[in-house]
């Protein structure tokens, strides 16, 4: 990344506060995010990355990114912010490593779309892949809607509902 030392630390502080509208000055240096676009992603990518490749429980991390008032819709099942953090646990005990591949994004407003490709080392050393079409609303930097569509693309039948587990 071009964006070195306190120059960095700057750019994933106002990331992390998820300001819109933002000018950073520097001596040779202006970013401007005028849009929640990049935020959006940056949300979604943090996300995929430290909650669920991530392979710890930290609860701290799903209250960072994710609203009290959450609803998940996953394959006809809806759960809400506690039930979430209840499958979010599950995964951990079931999962021992976890991948997220994002295959394209898009956007409009508050709302970020993802086609993207969930592989998962189960404990028992069984390889599970999904197909997972999801569409995230973000309020004030969190998410608080998540209406997913999961296919198994390869694996044990059993783990078909491994996105909506609790």
């Known amino acids: ?19 819109t509208n933002v000018i950073i000055y520097s001596s040779t240096l202006i970013i401007t995010l005028f849009h929640n676009n990049i935020l959006m992603k940056y949300i979604i990518q943090k996300v995929f990355t430290n909650v669920l490749e991530n392979p710890v429980f930290d609860l701290s991390l799903i209250e960072r990114y994710f609203s009290k008032d959450y609803i998940q819709f996953v394959d006809h099942q809806q759960l809400n912010y506690n039930e979430f953090i209840l499958h979010i646990k599950k995964l951990k005990e079931k999962v021992a490593d976890q ?4 295959i394209n994004y898009a956007e409009n407003g508050n709302i970020i779309f993802t086609h993207h490709i969930a592989k998962s080392v189960l404990k028992d050393g069984s390889i599970i892949l999904h197909k997972v079409l999801a569409e995230f609303t973000i309020q004030e930097g969190k998410i608080i809607k998540c209406d997913e569509l999961t296919f198994l693309l390869e694996g044990d039948l059993s783990a078909k509902n491994l996105g909506s587990e609790i």
């Open 1 to 19: 990344m071009w964006i070195h030392g306190l120059r960095k630390n700057l750019y994933e502080y106002f990331l992390n506060k998820l300001f």
């Open 99 to 102: 991948k997220i591949d994002l």
